[in-house]
């Protein structure tokens, strides 16, 4: 049973840069939420996606935005980074909107 | 006063005893809570979950939830090593029916052989 995956694994981009980052949920899942990790912090939601849709979102700025696909992968962007966009961002799925997340291994965003 | 609350730690706790990892929460419309584990570098693993008042038991695990006090505990037993990481508390609440975790920022566990 294949979890829930995360590509890449790490990136290094430079401050005005833009950035996508890949989820696949795990099998059976339909919902995926994306949440920012800073150093010593805890995950911060960013938004979560259903039926193709973004149907909840964090304190993030317009620069984050998202995509899910019809087969429930989804992609999490952001725009013109700044160096507090350096993070963790996981990926976390769940079937439905109601039940337990299950995160990914996280991409490492280190922006320059 | 944030949502969720953990003291950082580290809690250090020698091997074979019980660790007791502490979360308060401040909004009374929180109806599910979760606990996950994160190792240094690595993503966080869900470990138990609880919705009601009262304990819930998973092998060496133990939630506790109070929510006329607003407090959820996980409790280790017989501690190992490889518990050592940063345990995060976790609340759901309801909002228009689709709901985001709100995470508190962790406890450390330091588990000494």
């Known amino acids: 049973d294949a979890g829930v995956t995360q590509s890449p694994t790490h990136l290094i981009k430079t401050r005005g840069q833009q950035v996508t980052l890949r989820c696949s949920p795990k099998?059976?899942?339909?919902?995926v939420s994306w949440y920012q990790q800073a150093l010593g912090q805890g995950p911060q939601f960013i938004f979560q996606y259903y039926e193709e849709e973004e149907r909840q979102r964090g304190n993030f700025p317009d620069r984050f935005s998202g995509h899910q696909f019809p087969n429930y992968s989804s992609e999490l962007n952001v725009n013109a980074l700044l160096l507090g966009d350096s993070a963790l961002y996981l990926c976390?799925?769940?079937?439905?909107?109601?039940?337990?997340?299950?995160f990914g291994p996280g991409t490492r965003l280190t922006v320059t | 006063q944030k949502e969720v609350e953990q003291n950082s730690g580290p809690l250090s706790v020698p091997e074979g005893a019980i660790a007791s990892l502490n979360c308060t929460y401040s909004?009374?419309?929180?109806?599910?809570f979760f606990w996950y584990r994160q190792y240094s570098g690595k993503s966080p693993e869900l470990i138990m979950f609880?919705?009601?008042?009262g304990d819930k038991e998973d092998g060496r695990f133990t939630a506790q939830l109070n929510k006329a006090s607003q407090y959820v505990s996980l409790l280790i037993r017989d501690s190992q090593p490889s518990d050592s990481a940063t345990y995060l508390c976790?609340?759901?609440?309801?909002?228009?029916?689709?709901?985001?975790?709100?995470f508190g920022t962790g406890t450390r566990l330091l588990v000494s052989p």
């Open positions: 976790a609340l759901r609440r309801v909002n228009t029916g689709f709901q985001k975790l709100v």
């Open positions: 976390a799925s769940s079937r439905g909107t109601g039940y337990e997340q299950y």
């Open positions: 909004d009374r419309g929180s109806q599910s």
């Open positions: 609880i919705y009601s008042n």
């Open positions: 099998s059976g899942h339909d919902t």
